[in-house]
């Protein structure tokens, strides 16, 4: 009888680990979580490093344009993440991240390269079946400042045990003022295993999009 609610705490707990696998900027104490995100008008590739079950530090190279390539902007920056706060409900779990960034930027609109900072936050939410995030962040230099605001809403097709993968239909809703004030909208398909996702998706104008996480 004494077992049934350590039996259900370590459920609970792998559930969590699972969750944050597809939400949280980053892994677990002492892990690595290595990140891409490919479209046409934006591509990121970044890792970190969890030095504690809150912090992580880590680079990130990404790259902005314009749908017809009259503009581009090249970022380089050393990113620390905070974990600010968790709430672990019943059936749920939500966090509030803070992700800043220092570097530099280069671009086809000003000379050399600038002196960059890129501070953000980001919220989420999220269940079993269910995934909600919302973030923004700031890219400011010198004449040359931008931000992305980035809505998403995801349900998994099914219920999966801890380590098998389990499909998810997500939508996101993203605007980089760099490359538009519009909004840009994505349905992705998205696969997620205990330590991986991958996301295969296009907007509405029929431009692919391919992201990936993974956490070890």
């Given at each position: 009888m004494n ?7 370590v ?33 990121e ?14 680079l990130?190279?990404s790259?902005m344009?314009?749908d ?11 990113v ?20 800043g ?24 939410y ?6 909600s ?72 104008s ?11």
């Amino acid at each position: 009888m004494n077992l049934l609610p350590k039996i259900s705490g370590v459920m609970l707990a792998l559930f969590g680990l699972a969750g944050q696998s597809y939400a949280a900027p980053m892994g677990f104490k002492n892990s690595w979580m290595f990140m891409g995100d490919f479209s046409k008008t934006y591509q990121e590739f970044s890792f970190n490093y969890a030095t504690t079950a809150n912090d992580a530090i880590g680079l990130s190279a990404s790259a902005m344009q314009t749908d017809d390539y009259s503009k581009r902007q090249q970022n380089t920056e050393v990113v620390y993440t905070r974990k600010v706060a968790r709430w672990n409900l019943p059936n749920a779990q939500a966090n509030v991240w803070f992700i800043g960034g220092l570097g530099s930027t280069t671009g086809s609109t000003f000379g050399g390269s600038k002196a960059m900072a890129s501070p953000g936050l980001q919220v989420d939410y999220e269940t079993t079946r269910f995934y909600s995030m919302a973030s923004a962040r700031v890219y400011a230099a010198q004449g040359a400042t931008s931000n992305i605001t980035t809505a998403r809403l995801g349900a998994s097709f099914y219920e999966v045990d801890y380590d098998q993968p389990q499909p998810w239909l997500v939508i996101e809703a993203r605007r980089m003022t760099f490359v538009s004030n519009q909004y840009e909208f994505t349905p992705m398909l998205r696969v997620i295993h205990n330590r991986y996702f991958v996301e295969v998706g296009a907007n509405l104008s029929g431009q692919p999009r391919f992201n990936f996480m993974y956490n070890y």
